[in-house]
């Protein structure tokens, strides 16, 4: 069963916008979230994280919310540059430390 | 500080053939991770190390899919024989232990089977 989804598996966005990822957890166990980037032939490279703890988490032009109630998080990229054209996966694990991901969604940033 | 190395990098065989996959974790890493990464999808465990034992093997297809690290250091992961649905890239992970904030990837293996 898949417990983490990313529902859109793309999205465009124009250079120097805001790109925002959407991903649903249905697992009320999970504590721990990461947001991990993926270029072609690359493996995934994390990207921020964020405890069940925080409702936010800020590093540079990355900015990661979590709203537990709904059992959501969203990733913000502000502002939307060529380079963060790649694969985004959203990942969760609960205290066995295993991670769950989504399917991922495609960011193509347009000039 | 060297990443995670995979090899091969891509692989191409006939259902029904073997196949071996290597990994070499970043030096000092004690847990080491199998994924399996069906296109569209993401990365499934397959199997969970700790230095040379099996933390968790509960998603590894036992009757084709084998896994071993022997002395706590790389590790190989071996399909046989193949099928079709056994296309996919295989990644391999390493962290410190367990609870770390995240895992690092190496680049992956991509299998393709005819």
């Known amino acids: 069963d898949q417990q983490v989804k990313q529902n859109s598996p793309s999205l465009s966005v124009q250079e120097g916008r805001i790109s925002i990822l959407n991903c649903d957890y249905t697992n009320s166990m999970f504590d721990y979230f990461l947001w991990y980037k993926k270029y072609p032939a690359e493996g995934p490279t994390f990207l921020i994280s964020?405890?069940?703890?925080?409702d936010k988490n800020e590093d540079g032009r990355f900015t990661v919310f979590l709203n537990k109630s709904a059992k959501h998080l969203s990733l913000h990229i502000v502002p939307s540059q060529p380079g963060d054209s790649a694969v985004y996966f959203c990942a969760a694990r609960a205290d066995d430390y295993k991670l769950s991901f989504g399917a991922g969604t495609t960011v193509t940033v347009r000039a | 500080e060297a990443g995670v190395a995979q090899s091969p990098r891509y692989k191409i065989i006939e259902k029904r053939q073997s196949v071996a996959f290597w990994c070499n974790p970043i030096s000092g890493h004690a847990t080491l991770y199998w994924y399996q990464q069906i296109l569209g999808q993401g990365p499934k465990l397959l199997i969970q190390?700790?230095?040379?034992?099996?933390?968790?093997d509960s998603q590894l297809p036992k009757d084709r899919f084998s896994a071993e690290r022997l002395k706590g250091v790389d590790s190989t992961l071996k399909i046989q024989p193949a099928k079709l649905e056994d296309s996919a890239v295989y990644l391999c992970?390493?962290?410190?232990?367990?609870?770390?904030?995240?895992?690092?990837f190496g680049p992956g293996t991509r299998l393709t089977v005819l």
């Open positions: 992970a390493s962290v410190t232990s367990p609870a770390a904030d995240t895992q690092y």
């Open positions: 964020i405890s069940s703890i925080k």
């Open positions: 190390f700790q230095n040379n034992g099996v933390v968790d």
